[in-house]
């Protein structure tokens, strides 16, 4: 039933977006539940920084027709105080194995159902090479890291640009960081490019175990004041990023764009918020499926959607079909890195 | 501690307060909710057919009150979510994650407690009354008549209105500096609009009077993860008003945002 993820063994195959989940804060809201219930088989941080970062200004989400603009600013402690106090907290995390017939009573209940750990993968972002650098050094230090997640939806300082938007600019900062650690590196994609396959195999050429897909995609909202008023722009940060529903067409066409073109493992994700929408995406070429702002409307969507997927397997295998979903678009075959038992 | 998923439930009724509805929902299983804490409303049915193709997101209301295994939340129709909540019907489904966020801390014994409340914001202020026990001066303010009726939520509210229609005419922060004229050791707890708000905590921090606010901020999850309804802390940083709120004390805040509260 688990999956295998660059070498990692993780209990389904739904894992959370960065910066859309914060255990901490929602063990003040859920308690012992969230730990006994936790719906992700990898549980992704929220980006850390080298220096803390407050995060931009109020107001900072907009709804958009069937999604959200966040303009967040990736507020975080700094690195220092990640591995200080963050680090014991999301250390030792368990999710319970999905179950197919949960709802039946046939499966057991999720608090007495088989427990997989789930490894945590640290999102980090630099502005430069050498801020990726010391980053990716000390995840490198700390066995609590399974893996490091790169956001490379950051502007270079010099050039102003992406660096991840950039194919040449994104494989020489991640064949950089290549040789500093051993841990699995995963570069989360900018859709914000003209050619987001490209991009994909930069990072696979500079030494990526994975590729993770799609960020947010930049979105502003403007407000008048009044009738005929000028418009002004609402979020505190000028623009932001959409996500939700409202994106999910657009991230499935590219993890198909991405998953033709390389071959290490994809992470999709975009406006998935169902079982069929997972299906999608995994038919599209993902190794794996990430929840975000589904997350927002219910903390435990992303176990729905993993207890779905099992529901699947199940029922195809009963079916007398393939176990595996077919895979309509993309790639024949598994995805290397992938193994599910 | 609020159960880990939202919970599909049933409309028990729909109750006109004036301007204002109050929606009961049946939620036996729900924990007591401490005064002050919120839940993250969801119409089950057509929650995304409205204006623009709007509500996407849940929505955070106060719990006005709790009354058997039915929680109470007060309504006001300012947006496509609030308005699609508005016309549900008993027999009709919610989404409801909650009990959310720290709710207001009560008040030692012997002294007296000043409840402030504005428009909607009455709500939480209704089931604190219901857990204080101690002398408790309530003093609501509306915009109308119409809205006044709200008042009705809690016990022996002293009314002002911004038109004059009903009550003082005047904004409620006037009615709050004559009690605090006569009682300088009360306790404020206050939520509502963010410009009352901002008096209430310009007010007391004049006098050097604690006052714990409920704040409102437009908020996509309600526990802490999306990071969206930050408040600017006095001293540099942010609050989240879901997991650090939404009862904040004043003395943390140098001012209300000006942005919280905006039409959901």
């Known amino acids: 039933m688990s999956v295998r993820f660059c070498g990692l063994e993780l209990a389904h195959r739904v894992i959370n977006g960065s910066g859309t989940f914060d255990v901490i804060a929602a063990r003040k809201a859920f308690g012992r539940a969230l730990d006994a219930e936790f719906p992700f088989a990898a549980y992704v941080s929220k980006t850390i920084t080298l220096k803390p970062r407050p995060g931009n200004p109020p107001p900072r989400l907009w709804e958009t027709p069937a999604g959200l603009i966040n303009s967040i600013g990736l507020p975080n402690a700094g690195l220092e105080a990640y591995m200080r106090s963050d680090l014991p907290q999301l250390t030792g995390l368990t999710t319970p194995a999905p179950a197919a017939d949960r709802a039946d009573g046939r499966s057991p209940p999720r608090d007495r159902a088989e427990r997989f750990p789930v490894p945590l993968i640290t999102n980090v972002m630099g502005s430069t090479a050498e801020e990726f650098a010391r980053l990716v050094e000390a995840c490198e230090t700390r066995a609590e890291i399974a893996a490091i997640e790169l956001n490379v939806s950051c502007p270079n300082v010099r050039t102003g640009l992406d660096i991840g938007a950039d194919p040449g600019q994104l494989e020489r900062v991640v064949a950089q960081l290549r040789p500093r650690t051993r841990k699995p590196l995963i570069v989360k994609l900018t859709p914000n490019t003209a050619d987001v396959a490209s991009c994909a195999a930069a990072a696979q050429a500079g030494g990526a175990d994975a590729v993770s897909l799609i960020n947010t995609l930049r979105a502003m909202a403007l407000v008048r004041s009044a009738a005929g008023a000028p418009a002004s722009a609402w979020l505190g940060g000028g623009t932001g990023g959409l996500s939700g529903p409202a994106v999910r067409a657009v991230a499935l066409a590219q993890v198909a764009t991405v998953a033709a073109r390389v071959s290490v493992p994809v992470v999709g994700m975009g406006g998935v918020e169902s079982t069929a929408h997972a299906r999608d995406m995994i038919d599209a070429g993902a190794t794996l499926v990430a929840v975000g702002t589904a997350s927002f409307r219910d903390p435990a969507a992303a176990a729905r959607i993993a207890d779905g997927l099992a529901r699947g397997r199940r029922g195809a295998a009963a079916a007398g079909a393939a176990a595996q979903p077919p895979r309509a678009v993309g790639v024949a075959g598994e995805r290397a890195g992938e193994d599910a038992k | ?264």
């Open chain 2, 1 to 264: 501690m609020a159960p880990f998923t939202r919970r599909r439930l049933a409309v028990t009724g729909m109750d006109e307060l004036g301007a204002y509805r109050v929606l009961r929902v049946a939620d036996p299983d729900a924990p007591e909710p401490d005064p002050g804490q919120f839940a993250m409303l969801a119409a089950a049915e057509r929650w995304g057919g409205g204006d623009e193709e709007r509500p996407y997101l849940p929505r955070a209301f106060s719990i006005a009150r709790r009354v058997g295994a039915e929680s109470h939340f007060l309504l006001e129709d300012v947006g496509p979510g609030s308005r699609r909540l508005c016309e549900l019907q008993a027999g009709e489904r919610v989404w409801l994650l909650g009990p959310l966020g720290r709710g207001f801390r009560l008040p030692p014994a012997r002294r007296r407690s000043l409840l402030v409340g504005g428009g909607a914001g009455i709500a939480p202020l209704a089931i604190l009354q219901d857990g204080l026990a101690g002398e408790v001066v309530v003093l609501l303010g509306f915009r109308d008549a119409a809205r006044a009726q709200g008042a009705g939520l809690l016990d022996g509210a002293r009314v002002a209105t911004d038109d004059g229609s009903a009550g003082h005419h005047g904004p409620v922060t006037d009615l709050l500096a004559a009690e605090l004229e006569r009682d300088p050791l009360a306790l404020v707890y206050a939520c509502g609009p963010a410009p009352m708000l901002e008096a209430v905590r310009a007010m007391c921090a004049e006098r050097s009077v604690p006052a714990q606010l409920a704040l409102e901020a437009p908020m996509a999850c309600g526990f802490g993860g999306c990071f969206g309804c930050t408040v600017a802390r006095r001293g540099g940083g942010y609050l989240r008003v879901c997991v650090d709120g939404p009862v904040i004390d004043a003395e943390q805040l140098e001012h209300v945002d000006p942005h919280a509260g905006a039409p959901a």
